[in-house]
Nanobody, 116 residues
């Protein structure tokens, strides 16, 4: 199993970025796997930013950290085995390394820097 993130970069406050996470090596129906975005800054623990999972009625259920609600959107394209994190109205405090996770697997991370 491999998770590869991309899309990080440097933006000014108020800007937007979209992160992508491509998953390979998963068996079976990818839509059944919950997917997570975490972030981490030096000296701090990794923080769960958003997650997405299948619901019992066939659509996806999403949850967000309070700090990003209304600004970030997690989505997935199961045919492409890709999970996205659309980040709008970015703030300097969003600066972090962003990681994709599923089950016990983590990606290598992609860095986001937001300047004031």
């Amino acid at each position: 199993v491999q998770l590869v993130e991309s899309g990080g970069g440097s933006v000014e406050s108020g800007g937007s970025l979209t992160l992508s996470c491509v998953a390979t090596g998963f068996t079976g129906d990818f839509s059944h796997y919950p997917m997570y975005w975490f972030r981490q800054t030096p000296g701090k623990e990794r923080e769960l930013v958003a997650d997405i999972r299948s619901s019992s009625v066939g659509n996806s259920r999403t949850d967000y950290a309070d700090s990003v609600k209304g600004r970030f959107t997690i989505s997935r394209d199961d045919a492409k085995r890709t999970v996205y994190l659309q980040m709008n109205d970015l703030k300097p405090e969003d600066t972090a390394m962003y990681y994709c996770r599923s089950l016990q697997f983590w990606g290598q991370g992609t860095h986001v820097t937001v300047s004031a």
